[in-house]
């Protein structure tokens, strides 16, 4: 066994391949290597998601709402997989959620080190079934004041700025209304 996993190491280290080891005091400093391509892709939404992305661009956040288990899907779906059916009809969601889970994070998207930190997590959308809503960020709190449970709701970009995608939402602050 032991014998195998030196083996395996080794296999880690092969000869020939050009670079430089990163030492372990060198690992914290530089916590990565990024490299940014320049791939351009495109994919179709399909139907559920694109009308999602269209509203969006018009400040509303909307769902697929499944009649037989009276489910409404976000980021809607034209399928109940719980029914296995079609879904029936479209739902606009207030914009209003609670946060579910969040993290308090001193990396920024490239993984770069921040002084700032960014406060990011799930919301759970009000209208919609718990644990199904999505990813997002929250700003007008502070990492002390920000909790799981806290009501929160969409800052949109003024209409000009949007382009139909969930960025057209800025953020999740705390709710005044
Ligand atoms: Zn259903």
Redesign the pocket.
Known sequence: MAEQTKEYRATLKPEGVRGKSIRKDELREVPHVTSRPNAKYAWAAGVAMSRFLDELKEGRIVGRK??????V?VPPRMF??????Q?DEWVELPGTAVIETFAVSYLDTDANRIKEPILVGVVDLDGAPPHCGFMHYFDEMSPDEIHIGMPVEAVWKPKEERDGAITDIRYFRPRRK
């Not at 499944?66 to 489910?71: T, Y």
């Not at 109940?80 to 059916?85: H, L, T």
């Open positions: 499944c009649r037989k288990c009276a489910r899907l109940c997989e719980r029914c296995y059916r879904t």
